[in-house]
């Protein structure tokens, strides 16, 4: 059963932007806060940021002040809103609870590149 389904990478040069999707059930999304992690190459999977149910944020000091977590309640979606993006941000971006209580998706694939 896909539990969460990723969407939005792609290639983006240095300095650039992309938007993040993140669709999971409504059971899911009404009962757990939802988080964006990701894995860079060869590198261990890492949280990126976290939404609470209440609506309160929480970031990776690696991405502060360029990333925004958000999410719309009535199509159980949440969102990263990635600015000022580095290399280093090249990743394979995964949603899931705060937690990883849920089972892993495809994830989305970033890469910052010139």
């Known amino acids: 059963q896909v539990q969460f389904v990723e969407s939005g990478g792609g290639l983006v040069q240095p300095g650039g932007s992309l938007r993040l999707s993140c669709a999971t059930s409504?059971?899911?999304?009404?009962?757990?806060?939802m988080a964006w992690y990701r894995q860079p190459p060869g590198k261990h999977r890492e949280s990126v940021a976290l939404?609470?149910?209440?609506?309160?944020?929480n970031y990776a000091d690696s991405v502060k002040g360029r990333f925004t977590i958000s999410r719309d309640i009535t199509k159980n979606t949440v969102y990263l809103q990635m600015n000022s993006l580095k290399p280093e941000d090249t990743a394979v971006y995964y949603c899931?609870?705060?937690?990883?209580?849920?089972?892993w998706g495809q994830g989305t694939q970033v890469t910052v590149s010139s």
């Open positions: 939404i609470t149910r209440g609506g309160s944020t």
């Open positions: 899931n609870t705060d937690g990883a209580n849920g089972s």
């Open positions: 409504e059971s899911i999304f009404g009962n757990y806060a």
